[in-house]
C-alpha cells in the first residue's frame, strides 16, 4: 500500500540549472524555512485519513534536496526527528538530481533516516538530456541507481515524454534501461509549455511542438504496459493539478485525469477486439471487474458512444465480474457464450 505522504515544497532549491522545461518563478519568493517545517506537518497530521497500518512520509519535492549546502538539508531534516520518534511519522522521501548522491550525502541521509529517494532522470537518452540542460547523463543515473541500492534506499524514477529531441522510440528505449535498473516505482509526465521557461521561447518560435494529447495517450499506453510486464509500479502518470500549473500552462497535453484516459483507452481496444471477432453482437454483454468498468465506459461514456456508432450497435450491457483479474475482458454472446481477451499488449 502506498504511504501518505506529507509534501513539503522547495521550488527549485538546489537546482543548480535551468532545465529547458523549468519556469523557475518560484525563485523569487524564496523557499520556506525549516522552522515552517515542523508547523506544517503538525497542520498536516491533522488532516490526513485515520488508516491504521498505512505508513505516513514527509516528502521534499520541487528541488534538489542533496545539492544544498550539506548544514541547510540538516536543518530541514532535524525538524522532522521529533516525529520519527513519537512515531507520528514512519520515513522521509526526498527528491534530486542523479549526480548529487555521493558517499558522504547517503550516508548522511541514512543517519537521518530517509527512507525513499526519487530521482529526476527524465530520459535515459544523452542527447535529449544535453537538448534539455539537464546537465547530467544517462550513466549517472546507473551510477546514482547502484549505489541507492547498495544503501538500501527505496529508489523511485521521474521520468518526462515529449522533451525537445524526444521521440516514441527513443521513450521505450529509455524504459528498456529503466526497466535494467529495476526501479521500486516511476513516475510519467508529458512535456508542458510553462510561462518564464526558456522552452516557451522555442515554442513561440516553432522550434518546439509539444505532443498532442493524443499522442500522450498512445506513448504512455505503451509506456505503462511496458512497466506492468516488468512489474515496475507507476506511482502517478501526470503532474498534480493545481490552480497556479494550469494559469502556467501554455501548450502541451495537460489533463487532470490523464491516467484515467489511458486505462480507457486500453480498455476502448479490449473490447473493440471481441467485437471485431463476434461481429454478430448487436446487444452485447462484456464481462468486466467493477473497477475498471469506468475505464470501459470512458470519460462521459465516451467509449460505449463509440462502439455503439463504429459497430452500430442498439446497446451496450455491462455485468460485473470479479473473478476476472486487471487486463482482462470478458464477452457474453447471445448464444451463451463467453469469450475472455487478455489485453494484447500485456504479452511478452
Known sequence: MAPLIIPFFLPHLGCQ????????????????????????????????????????????????FTALPKGEQIRYLKEIQPFLASGQIDSIRISTRPDALDGEILSLLKVYKVKTIEIGVQSMINEVLALVRRGHHAEDTIEATQRLKKWDFEVGFQ???????????????????VIELQPNFVRIHPTLVLKG????????A???????LNETIQWLKKGLLKLERSSIPVARIGLQPTEELEMDILAGPYHPSLHQLIDSA???????????????EIQPLFLCPSKEISNLR???????????????????????????????????TKWGKTFIHKNFLLEP
Not at 524564496?30 to 491533522?46: D, Q, W
Not at 515524454?161 to 528505449?173: A, E, K, V
Open 266 to 280: 486500453i480498455s476502448f481496444e479490449m473490447a473493440e477486439y471481441l467485437l471485431n471477432n463476434h461481429p454478430e
Open 206 to 212: 516553432g522550434k518546439y511542438h509539444p505532443l498532442s
Open 159 to 177: 521520468l518526462m515524454i515529449g522533451l525537445l529531441g524526444d521521440s516514441l522510440h527513443r521513450f521505450l528505449q529509455t524504459l528498456d534501461q
Open 17 to 64: 540549472e535551468q532545465c529547458l522545461f523549468c519556469n523557475q518563478k518560484a525563485k523569487a519568493s524564496g523557499p520556506p524555512s525549516p522552522c515552517s517545517l515542523r508547523t506544517f506537518i503538525e497542520s498536516s497530521l491533522s488532516k490526513l485519513p485515520k488508516e491504521e497500518g498505512r505508513e505516513k512520509q514527509v516528502a521534499f519535492y520541487g528541488g534538489s
Open 197 to 204: 521557461a526558456p522552452l516557451a521561447d522555442l515554442w513561440k
Open 298 to 332: 470512458g470519460q462521459r461514456n465516451e467509449n460505449l458512444f463509440r462502439l455503439k456508432t463504429q459497430f452500430k450497435l442498439k446497446e451496450i450491457f455491462i455485468d460485473k465480474r470479479e473473478d476476472l483479474p486487471r487486463g482482462y475482458l470478458g464477452l457474453q
